[in-house]
């Protein structure tokens, strides 16, 4: 899986020429830079063309860099992908997608063009028949990550709104064990009340704690919640390191369990706790580079 931290994923709408400017200084890990639903129609071209401008002359510094195309069954999805491959994009996330040959059809216009090579292909798993054939999208071909479309899903499954996300619930977590079945990526969805922190905190400890590894973002307002509550807490890697000692002391003695803090501690809590520390590692080191 990509190493690289994921916690906070903003979306930029690819027709506002200063929010492109603006996110070049921002503390998230990733941005989408969007041609789909944050484009109104009237705009799609000019956007388009925006976009292939900005990315080729604005340096974003070690965030990833998403790509969000029209879907390629609308007018415009064609077109956004003849401009942006020429751009070499690391990513390419496709709206809408159902099933494993949506990223099929997108990977083989990739492998034909030496521009994207390397490019990687990202999914909005946002429509019913995407979330039913998800473990096979999670294996297709250049996939690195899902982001939920939890607006679109909603909207599908004409469910409504509720602070616990009870009615997007299976959705959510069989697109994360289809992700984590194929070793990629899972952001969660957008928390649309943006100036409601406490309402985005919430949401962000319940993606946290079901499995994903960040949140997708509408605002800059957001991007400190996210990072802090997907980045490992100080007393959870404190707890790791003494896992990691205690664990150590009982692998020499012989034994093959260890005991802290009154808890059990095997070989796969010792995996999760060096995970930590390495996603705490990698977060320092992003933010070095910024
Ligand atoms: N990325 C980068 N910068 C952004 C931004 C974003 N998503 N949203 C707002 N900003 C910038 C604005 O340009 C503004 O910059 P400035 O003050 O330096 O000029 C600053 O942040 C404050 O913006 P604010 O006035 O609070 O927001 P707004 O009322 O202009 O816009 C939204 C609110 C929700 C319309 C806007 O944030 C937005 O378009 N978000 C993205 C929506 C989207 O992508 N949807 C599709 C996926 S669900
Ligand atoms: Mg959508």
């Known amino acids: 899986m990509d190493a690289r931290p994921y916690r906070s994923v903003l979306y930029i709408p690819g027709s506002k020429a200063r929010a492109l400017e603006k996110a070049a200084g921002l503390a998230c890990d990733a941005i989408i830079f969007d041609l789909e639903d944050a484009v109104a129609v009237t705009e799609k071209a ?28 609308s007018d ?20 809408k997608v159902g099933s494993a040959a949506d990223v099929e059809a997108l990977a ?17 798993m946002e429509t019913p028949q995407g979330v039913q054939n998800a473990p096979a999208i999670a294996r297709a071909p250049r996939m690195a990550g899902f982001v939920m479309g939890t607006n679109d899903l ?3 499954l004409g469910a409504r709104f509720r602070p616990d996300r009870l009615p997007l619930m299976l959705a959510l977590q069989a697109c994360l064990m289809a992700a984590r079945g194929a070793g990629i990526v899972a952001v969660d969805g957008v928390f649309n009340a943006f100036r409601d922190e406490d309402g985005l905190r919430a949401e962000c ?24 509550v997907f980045a490992p807490a100080p007393e959870e890697l404190d707890l790791a390191r003494r896992q990691i000692a205690a664990w ?5 003695r012989g034994e093959g369990v260890a005991v802290v803090d009154g808890r059990i501690v095997e070989n796969l809590h010792i995996e999760t706790a060096r995970r930590q520390i390495a996603r705490a590692e990698a977060i320092a080191r992003l933010k070095e580079a910024m």
Do not use: C
Request: net charge negative.
């Open 46 to 73: 000019s956007a388009r063309a925006l976009l292939a401008e900005t990315l080729a002359r604005t340096e974003y510094g070690p965030r990833a860099k998403l790509l969000r195309i029209n879907d390629l069954a």
């Open 76 to 95: 415009w999805g064609r077109a956004d992908l003849e401009v942006l491959a020429e751009t070499g994009p690391e990513a390419i996330l496709l709206p």
């Open 108 to 124: 083989r216009f990739l492998d034909a063009r030496p521009a994207t090579a390397e490019t990687r292909i990202w999914a909005m």
């Open 154 to 156: 909603a909207k599908e």
């Open 205 to 228: 400890e319940q993606g946290r704690d079901l499995g994903f590894d960040g949140k997708s973002l509408i605002h800059p307002a957001q991007i400190d919640t996210a990072n802090a």
């Open 248 to 252: 150590q002391e009982a692998t020499e």
